[in-house]
């Protein structure tokens, strides 16, 4: 049984998130103690939680420790099955940091996977449903045909957003004896990750919602108009739509992002380059604020001139680690290092990492 350590680097919750995924990839089942020790209140939360509770649907996947701030785990995962799950977190757990264990399980099933998920869309200390969507799936649909629909937005605290999700997969691993050969003939057939250079800026695109409640008050118009006012120096389209959403609790927040072709204006499908940012709207923040603040972080991405910005890096590691290839981010993160750990644990020695030009590049 593999052992991790909860509490190394970062600290977070991302080394149970990757070990989920590993674990359930693989077949090789882990124990994992100090669970989010470095977090102001360890353990396990909702959103790890339903993420077991998923895989436990997924691919029969047996658990003790499971509970609600429970600092041990321990995982015993079961062979992939394509089925529809329904997911109700019950909170604003988020929705994107649960897609994160159970996505890519779900790419290499042995048929079609489909998801109705409850939850929180845009909440703190995760990535918005906006960005999942527009910056994170388009560089992994070379693996496998997934759809995403958001049906409702879900704020901090009540939540209650809903997402479907259809993950119908290319490559499976039950057409293989093991791991191994299944990763042999992914990086054999399956399109590399390779993003190195930022290339043309072509445009801007952005999406900014906010509850009905604060429609009268043009917040969603505010933040996009603050936005806008901010990227107007890079000299491209700027285009942001805005949102208003029914929901149970008050919310706003914006998502950004920039979009780059190596050849000034064909977007190249397999590697597509996509750098993005976000801000949330809380009780005293005004709207300009929240724009502005999405704005600011964006365009330090662009100016960074890396393709990949470095929430992104954290997210593709895991297909960078079976699949090959080669990332340029704008900074090596903690949080990085936290999940190349996690990925390593499963797979050995995998990544290089060039901290004086920030390239993480797959090995083995």
Known sequence: MIQLDGSYLEGGGSITRVALTLSTLTQQPFEITDIRKNRPQPGLKNQHLFCIKALEKLCNAKSEGAALGSTELKYWPGKIEGKAIDIDIETAGSIPLFLQSILMPSMFADKTVKFNIFGGTDVAWSPTYDYFSNVFLPQIRKYANVECKLIKRGYYPKGNGKVQLT????????????????????????????????????????????????????????????????????????????????????GSGITLWAIFS?????????????????????????????????????????????????????????????????????????????????????LGKIFEIDENSNIISAIN
Not at 276 to 281: K, Q, R, W
Not at 293 to 317: C, M, Y
């Open 262 to 346: 190596k050849d000034q204006d064909e977007i190249d499908s397999n590697n597509p380059i996509r750098l993005g940012a976000d801000s949330l709207g809380e009780r005293g923040k005004k709207a300009e604020v929240v724009g502005g603040e999405a704005a600011k972080w964006l365009s330090a991405e662009i100016e960074s001139k890396a393709p990949v910005d470095f929430h992104l890096a954290d997210q593709l590691l895991q297909f960078l680690a079976i699949a090959d290839g080669k990332i340029k981010t704008s900074k090596i993160t903690n949080h990085t290092k936290t999940n190349i750990y996690t990925i390593e644990k499963f």
């Open 167 to 250: 993950i119908k997969p290319i490559y499976k691993i039950p057409d293989f004896n093991s791991f191994n050969e299944f990763r042999t003939n992914l990086k054999e057939n399956a399109p590399r990750i390779s993003l190195i250079g930022q290339g043309s800026l072509i445009q801007i695109k952005g999406i900014s919602h906010a509850s009905l409640d604060l429609q009268n008050a043009q917040v969603a118009e505010r933040q996009a108009k603050a936005a806008e006012m901010a990227l107007n120096k890079h000299k491209c389209p700027v285009k942001i739509d805005i949102n208003y959403n029914e929901t149970l609790s008050t």
